[in-house]
């Protein structure tokens, strides 16, 4: 059973536009939601993440939206440029502080980004 | 300071074999975690040691086990190899656990013929 459903599996989008990516969990519990960016040959790289006592947190052109009613959240890409081609994953985990803590990340399955000149 | 380093960094198998990837953590990171990414199946987890502890083990088979030692660097096993674990096997290492910043290894590409 799949945790996170990340959409879409793949993105083009202009240099300059906003790339959008969306994740949608089942889980409750789940009270941590970190992207990370991976480039081929690399290891996926933490890029922002959020709690889910705010609604939105921003670092640079990057900015999470996070609603916690309709247990969806979403990285925005604001100018996004061809150097932010890679494949973007979604993540949720338990915290252990929660005496349910599993210690794990639970992955969507990725959305490659393509930015185009 | 010096990243999360795997090795070997490319592995070919035959079926049958058994397998054995190491992963060194950032210097003072306790707590390694295990990753297997497919195309199909993506990110999924493997298991989570700190202190010397599993943690947390994911759903995978008994075939897949691990370890880490007192130095925090850990190592991972599969035994009777399958086409199917035919992956990137990525470690990651964070000071305590998941929901702290979690830094990934270039990963082990493991081919099984």
């Known amino acids: 059973q799949q945790q996170v459903k990340q959409s879409p599996q793949s993105l083009i989008v202009q240099k300059g536009g906003i790339s959008i990516i969306n994740c949608a969990y089942e889980?409750?519990?789940?009270?941590?939601f970190p992207w990370y960016q991976q480039f081929p040959g690399k290891g996926p790289a933490l890029l922002i993440a959020?709690?889910?006592?705010?609604s939105e947190k921003k670092e640079g052109r990057f900015t999470i939206s996070f609603n916690k009613s309709a247990k969806q959240f979403s990285l925005h890409i604001m100018d996004s440029q061809p150097g932010d081609s890679a494949t973007y994953f979604c993540a949720a985990s338990i915290g252990w502080n929660s005496g349910a803590g599993s210690y794990q990340l639970t992955f969507g399955k990725g959305t490659k980004l393509s930015v185009i000149p | 300071k010096a990243g999360v380093t795997q090795t070997p960094r490319y592995l070919i198998k035959t079926r049958g074999q058994q397998v054995t990837l190491s992963c060194s953590p950032i210097?003072?990171?306790?707590?390694v975690s295990w990753y297997q990414q497919t195309p199909g199946q993506g990110l999924q987890f493997l298991f989570e040691?700190?202190?010397?502890?599993?943690?947390n083990k994911g759903n995978f088979p008994g075939r897949f086990s691990g370890r880490q030692f007192s130095n925090s660097r850990s190592e991972m096993n599969v035994s009777t190899l399958e086409l199917g674990d035919s992956a990137l096997y990525l470690c990651?290492?964070?000071?305590?656990?998941?929901?702290?910043?979690?830094?990934f290894g270039p990963g082990t590409r493991l081919l099984v013929l």
């Open positions: 040691y700190f202190s010397e502890t599993q943690r």
């Open positions: 210097s003072g990171h306790r707590s």
């Open positions: 889980n409750t519990a789940f009270d941590y």
């Open positions: 959020i709690r889910p006592d705010v």
């Open positions: 990651a290492s964070s000071l305590r656990g998941s929901q702290e910043t979690q830094y």
